[in-house]
């Protein structure tokens, strides 16, 4: 009786997934239009006064993004001192859209890589995912991986698309 034998499994190809590796982010927005006086305009007593007594720890552990649903002139020390807040209280925080916070979590993940794990390594950065993930990140993740990988390449086990490969000592 013939046995199935996994050769992609005995290949050694590191397939790295992006969307597997990717925690749960907890994401939340603060909008900016909360605050405003009548919805047009920021008072700057009343925006210290409830910035120093918000309960801030409604944002304990959760990755913020600080936006205005509304049009309206917003100085920029406003958003820094609402940072100053919610910093102490949340993994993250960034002023603009949610995709604007998921590209920073994206590359904060990117970053926590460790590239003297894949040295000499050929790996298979997984191309099909449900999440859609930015291409920017693929990008940042070759350029991280490129200087170390010994083949780098696109797409799944079964199908790949080459990216990447380290020349032969002559």
Known sequence: MDTI??????????TLDLEELKPNWNIVGFDMKDVLWQGIALKEKDFREFVKTNDWSAFESKSVFIFSSVDAIIPTWA???????????????VVGEKEDLELVLWRKLIDTLQPKDYVDQRVIVKGC?????????????????????????????CSTVPIYKKNSPK
């Open 129 to 157: 995912s449900d999440e859609a993930i930015p291409e920017t990140i693929y990008f940042e993740l070759s350029t991280k991986l490129i200087p170390v990988v010994k083949t780098l390449m696109f797409g799944e086990p």
């Open 5 to 14: 034998e996994n050769k992609v499994a005995k290949s050694g190809l590191i």
């Open 79 to 93: 958003f820094m001192l609402l940072s100053a807040s919610l910093s102490q209280y949340c993994e993250t925080v």
